[in-house]
């Protein structure tokens, strides 16, 4: 597995009831209750890249180039279809198209739910390294490794680069937020970068000192989250106007990745595992029962409420929903 791909790159139950059977909680929603994680059996010799659609289906690619579904939250897997043995899902668009990165294609897409895929690199340079992401309109943009910035508005068909000036080339953290804003992280003192006109212009929205941006995450309230080394995290309430440092609890020199669950639970993979905060970063609890691999890269969170974690030793799902 390509642990660096994923560190630079991006939610996660005990049922109890008690004697005045009141009703079932989940007690994930509780700050005090501890996530338990299970290691999942990879299809095809391990997974290589992994991607959710709207419904919680993942679609994995995996090294011997085949894709494989799953509809039960990473519990069973079918074979979904074959395509560059280096195949890296990356994201889903709202309609449905899945698309990858590869070692050798550039950015690949399949519109029959992994079945077939087709290169799509029209304006688009034939990178390996990049990083995408997808706005509700289903407008797709990709951040390079040579500072480029491009954006497609017919599903991948083709690319236009809008910018091509953004610092720090080995740090591609690219993130859009609900109301459509863009934000990039960068390791070279140029802190968080911000786009409110789909990536045509760029502005530098603070967080200058941290050696490094290399994750956000969004709630519902419109709180951005930024995570980078040393480790920390910063909230900003105002789309990134002011930040507020709130990662004082979070016991670990290296944060690779954050994400929001639809309660607006916080997770930080870290060093030293997961760390989550239920109250918007106020407070954090260490939860990594289960968890046999302590350096995790990356957060995944589906649809049905689940958090997949991306370690060097395999990929770890909560084993229980996080959400109610």
């Given at each position: 597995?390509?642990?660096?791909?994923?560190?630079?790159?991006?939610?996660?139950?005990?049922v109890?009831?008690?004697?005045?059977?009141?009703?079932?909680?989940?007690p994930l929603?509780?700050?005090?209750?501890?996530?338990?994680?299970?290691?999942?059996n990879?299809?095809?010799?391990?997974?290589?890249?992994?991607?959710?659609?709207?419904?919680?289906?993942?679609?994995?690619?995996?090294?011997?180039?085949?894709?494989?579904r799953?509809?039960?939250?990473?519990?069973?897997w079918?074979?979904?279809?074959?395509?560059?043995?280096?195949?890296?899902?990356?994201?889903?668009?709202p309609?449905?198209?899945?698309?990858?990165?590869?070692?050798?294609?550039?950015?690949?897409?399949?519109?029959?739910?992994?079945?077939?895929?087709a290169?799509?690199n029209?304006?688009?340079?034939?990178?390996?390294?990049f990083?995408?992401?997808?706005?509700?309109?289903?407008?797709?943009?990709?951040?390079?490794?040579?500072n480029?910035?491009?954006?497609?508005?017919?599903?991948?068909?083709?690319?236009?680069?809008?910018?091509?000036?953004?610092?720090?080339?080995?740090?591609?953290s690219?993130?859009?937020s609900p109301?459509?804003?863009?934000?990039?992280?960068?390791?070279?003192?140029?802190?968080v970068?911000?786009?409110?006109?789909?990536?045509?212009?760029?502005?530098?929205?603070?967080?200058?000192n941290?050696?490094?941006?290399y994750?956000f995450?969004?709630?519902?309230?419109?709180?951005?989250?930024?995570?980078?080394?040393?480790?920390?995290?910063?909230?900003?309430?105002?789309?990134?106007?002011?930040?507020?440092?709130?990662?004082?609890?979070?016991?670990?020199?290296?944060l690779?990745c954050?994400?929001?669950?639809?309660?607006?639970?916080?997770?930080?993979?870290?060093?030293?595992?997961v760390?989550?905060?239920?109250?918007?970063?106020?407070?954090?609890?260490?939860?990594?029962?289960?968890?046999?691999?302590?350096?995790?890269?990356?957060?995944?969170?589906?649809?049905?409420g689940?958090v997949?974690?991306?370690?060097?030793?395999?990929?770890?799902?909560?084993?229980?929903?996080?959400?109610?």
């Amino acid at each position: 597995m390509e642990t660096r791909h994923y560190r630079r790159q991006i939610v996660i139950i005990i049922v109890f009831l008690s004697i005045s059977c009141k009703k079932e909680e989940n007690p994930l929603t509780s700050e005090t209750s501890e996530i338990q994680w299970m290691k999942l059996n990879e299809p095809g010799g391990g997974i290589k890249g992994l991607a959710f659609n709207s419904s919680g289906h993942a679609y994995a690619g995996t090294s011997g180039g085949t894709v494989f579904r799953s509809t039960d939250n990473g519990g069973t897997w079918a074979q979904a279809g074959t395509a560059n043995p280096n195949i890296y899902p990356a994201a889903v668009s709202p309609g449905g198209s899945i698309f990858a990165r590869t070692d050798s294609d550039g950015l690949c897409r399949s519109t029959n739910a992994g079945v077939t895929w087709a290169t799509i690199n029209t304006g688009f340079p034939n990178r390996k390294n990049f990083s995408l992401a997808i706005n509700l309109g289903g407008q797709l943009f990709a951040r390079t490794d040579t500072n480029g910035f491009f954006r497609s508005d017919n599903n991948g068909d083709s690319w236009a680069l809008t910018y091509s000036n953004l610092p720090s080339r080995y740090n591609q953290s690219v993130a859009i937020s609900p109301n459509g804003s863009i934000f990039a992280g960068t390791s070279d003192g140029n802190g968080v970068l911000r786009s409110t006109d789909n990536g045509d212009t760029w502005t530098q929205v603070g967080l200058t000192n941290p050696a490094a941006i290399y994750a956000f995450g969004f709630n519902s309230s419109g709180h951005v989250y930024a995570g980078g080394y040393p480790a920390g995290v910063w909230r900003s309430t105002d789309n990134g106007g002011n930040w507020t440092y709130v990662g004082s609890g979070i016991q670990s020199g290296d944060l690779y990745c954050l994400g929001v669950n639809a309660n607006g639970h916080v997770f930080a993979g870290t060093h030293h595992g997961v760390f989550r905060s239920t109250d918007s970063g106020g407070s954090w609890s260490q939860t990594n029962s289960g968890l046999t691999q302590s350096d995790v890269y990356s957060l995944l969170l589906n649809a049905n409420g689940y958090v997949f974690a991306i370690t060097d030793n395999g990929i770890f799902r909560s084993v229980q929903s996080t959400i109610k």
